[in-house]
């Protein structure tokens, strides 16, 4: 009863702290007015309107011409507001398929469109020009965070056959563990309502465990053979929901693991048995990040929440809770302060199922895996300043504070556990989808290891 107490209480506590973030910027948000038709049928019905009687395209090489008219939130022949157009255009950016997306709106009863337009018809043409990037590769990706390096290769295409689909397949390496997974990806699936992903993976993970102090407490290698489904629905253009089901088995094993971790880890219990776990879960995302070529700015809070049952030597159920708000500004001289905040519990006993922090994550500048809990909160801040650009590549310098707090117990779930901050730089290439260096080196401010080197392919977040 002590332990559902908890648990209702940090429940409780996570409901009002989202309650209190969505109070906050719900109004810069503006979800009643965002993205929603006009409604109107007559011009005088809507102040400003025009009528689009054609859309044309130009600079599609590989997209198809539907990949187009899926984001646009009208027809041709509809009345128009400039803010829905606007809202569309950003759509197809959010894409991230085209480097470019600009439009005009050309009045047709003028130049080359003077013969197909009566003389008194207010009828628009809008022209969308957009700039495509190659979207299918090979890639490299690499990070390190404390003692652990991460290498991962692999093959992509965010616009499958041109109609805006992604397929992901890829090998990595954590640590001397190798790991492979394929993702598959429709964001307008069935109609354009739903975003479907698919995913299928094979991943080993080395786990080190340490106690409060740092010191080593067990280790042990973990097997997972695993498929997951998600499912969301956008019900408006800031608000998705939908439904996550997983299915993976674990084993356990003292492979490629030290003596001095086995031998702790037998200290502690040994070694626990095959595990297989059901997940099913809710989820949903509020608000929406707008992407400008490197630039990003917006506000989003996605949330989940699990039900697993378990079965082998877990012979249980649990719960499980993550939240995650995220939130980027603009600044002068094309600056990004971005904000990244987390929550979440899992009541599940096992230790390879609880949070952990460390530097390829939540926290930069210390080990890996340095603390773990059933219980945490992250957050993280960064100025990213750009001081060099031409027309293949930015060079962006970041300022950085990372704090977490992991604990097993609901009621020190606020609690501070480690502090760093730092300085980076990201080498981003703009004609590449996603291909972004990054390195950070990072110091101590309170319960941290450190000082310590960060560096890998993306954003940190």
């Not at 699936?189 to 094979?202: D, I, M, N, P, Y």
């Not at 990003?296 to 378990?310: F, M, P």
């Not at 600056?335 to 952990?356: C, N, P, Q, S, W």
């Not at 300085?423 to 972004?436: Q, S």
Request: aromatic residues 10%.
């Amino acid at each position: 009863m002590g332990v559902l107490a908890a648990t209702g209480a940090t429940v409780r506590r996570a409901v009002m702290l989202l309650l209190v973030l969505v109070a906050l910027w719900s109004a810069e948000l503006g979800l009643a007015q965002a993205g929603e038709p006009t409604g109107a049928t007559e011009a005088e019905e809507c102040d400003g309107c025009v009528r689009v009687d054609a859309i044309v395209v130009d600079g599609l090489l590989r997209t198809h011409r539907d990949v187009i008219e899926r984001e646009l939130l009208f027809e041709e022949g509809e009345l128009v507001s400039i803010d829905e157009i606007e809202e569309s255009v950003q759509r197809l950016r959010n894409t991230e398929i085209f480097r470019r997306v600009d439009y005009e709106l050309v009045d047709r009863r003028i130049g080359a469109h003077a013969e197909e337009a009566g003389e008194e018809d207010p009828g628009m043409l809008l022209a969308i020009d957009v700039d495509e990037r190659w979207t299918m590769s090979a890639f490299f990706q690499f990070g390190q965070g404390g003692d652990t390096f991460h290498i991962m290769v692999g093959a992509m295409d965010i616009n499958l056959r041109g109609k805006n689909q992604h397929l992901e397949a890829t090998y990595s390496r954590l640590g001397d563990a190798n790991s492979a997974a394929a993702l598959y990806r429709h964001p307008r699936a069935f109609g354009g309502s739903l975003e479907l992903a698919l995913r299928g993976q094979f991943n080993n993970r080395l786990y080190t465990l340490y106690d409060g102090e740092g010191v080593v407490e067990g280790g042990f290698m973990r097997r997972r053979r695993g498929i997951s489904l998600r499912l969301d629905r956008e019900i408006h253009p800031l608000v998705r929901a939908g439904v996550r089901s997983a299915f993976f088995a674990d084993d356990f094993s003292y492979e490629m693991v030290s003596e001095e971790r086995r031998q702790a880890q037998e200290a502690a219990g040994g070694l626990r048995g095959p595990i297989q776990t059901w997940r099913l879960g809710l989820g949903g995302r509020l608000g929406r990040l707008d992407q400008d070529e490197y630039r990003i700015s917006g506000t989003s809070l996605d949330a989940d929440l699990y039900k697993n049952v378990h079965f082998g030597d877990l012979d249980r159920r649990s719960r499980e809770f993550r939240a995650t708000l995220r939130h980027f500004v603009d600044l002068r001289r094309n600056a990004t302060l971005g904000m990244r905040g987390r929550i979440g519990f899992v009541t599940a006993d096992a230790e390879h199922m609880k949070y952990f922090a460390g530097g390829l994550d939540a926290i930069r500048g210390t080990y890996d895996m340095r603390h773990r809990g059933s219980h945490y909160w992250s957050g993280n801040m960064e100025l990213r300043v750009p001081s060099i650009k031409n027309d293949w590549m930015v060079i962006q310098h970041a300022l950085f504070v990372d704090g977490v707090g992991v604990t097993q117990y609901s009621s020190q779930v606020f609690d501070l556990t480690a502090v760093t901050t730092g300085t980076g730089v990201r080498l981003i290439f703009r004609d590449l989808h996603a291909l972004i260096i990054r390195i950070d080196y990072a110091l101590p401010v309170w319960g941290a290891d450190g000082p310590g080197l960060s560096f890998g392919a993306g954003q940190f977040f």
